[in-house]
Every structure is written in C-alpha cells, then in structure tokens.
C-alpha cells in the first residue's frame, strides 16, 4: 500500500506565497510522473502542473510564472511553491503520482487526501 500526505495548505492574503509538500510513503519500488491539481467549490478538478521523474515541468496556464513544482526523488516528494497567490487560487489541492509497488511490482496512480489553499484578504 502507498500513501500520499500532503502539508503546507492554509491561508494567505493575495500577494502571498506558500510551499507544498507532498510525500510518497509505503512499499515503493520507483515513482514516475507526479502532478498537483486543484479543485475549487462547484468547479471540476484542474490540473495544476506535472514533474517527470527527471524534473521536466509542465503547467496549466492560470498559474504559468506563478508556480514553480520540484522534487525530491530520495524522499519521494513532491513540491509546489505558490507565489503571488490570487483569491481564484483558492481551492483544495490534490497530489497525484504513478507509483511502481514494491510489492507487486504493478505501476499505480494515487492520490493525496487534499489541502486546503484559501487567498483571501
């Protein structure tokens, strides 16, 4: 079994910064491909960004120069740094990432339970 735990949400007035961080932990042969996504109320869920295992980065286009994601394969975590954070950032924030099982050698998404992000002033 693997688990994603995310930490670093809360609140912050517009103009702000925060860093999440999202840790892989249970039985864990390899991790590929790791992402952020996001879902505001009454919104569907929206990609947020993507890491390959190699540290190329990809973003949706609201948060292009705003958000940087990074990581760290020796700790299986995965970052997201939020800068200039705007009232329509405010959503719950999921991680997400393909895990090769230690035990079943199977490759696998899971997701992270969520974090509350709220910009508000």
């Known amino acids: 079994q693997v688990q994603l735990m995310e930490s670093g949400g809360g609140s912050v007035q517009p103009g702000g910064s925060l860093r999440l961080s999202c840790a892989a932990s249970?039985?864990?042969?390899?991790?590929?491909?790791m992402a952020w996504y996001r879902q505001a109320p009454g919104k569907e869920r929206e990609l947020v960004g993507t890491?390959?295992?190699?540290?190329?980065?990809n973003y949706g286009d609201s948060v292009k120069g705003r958000f940087t994601m990074s990581r760290d394969n020796a700790k299986n975590t995965v970052y997201l740094q939020m800068n200039s954070l705007k009232p329509e950032d405010t959503a719950v924030y999921y991680c997400?990432?393909?895990?090769?099982?230690?035990?079943?050698?199977?490759?696998?998404?899971?997701w992270g339970q969520g974090t509350q992000i709220t910009v508000s002033s």
């Open positions: 997400n990432a393909w895990v090769l099982s230690g035990t079943t050698s199977a490759g696998y998404h899971y």
């Open positions: 249970g039985s864990i042969s390899s991790i590929g491909s």
């Open positions: 890491i390959s295992r190699w540290g190329s980065t």
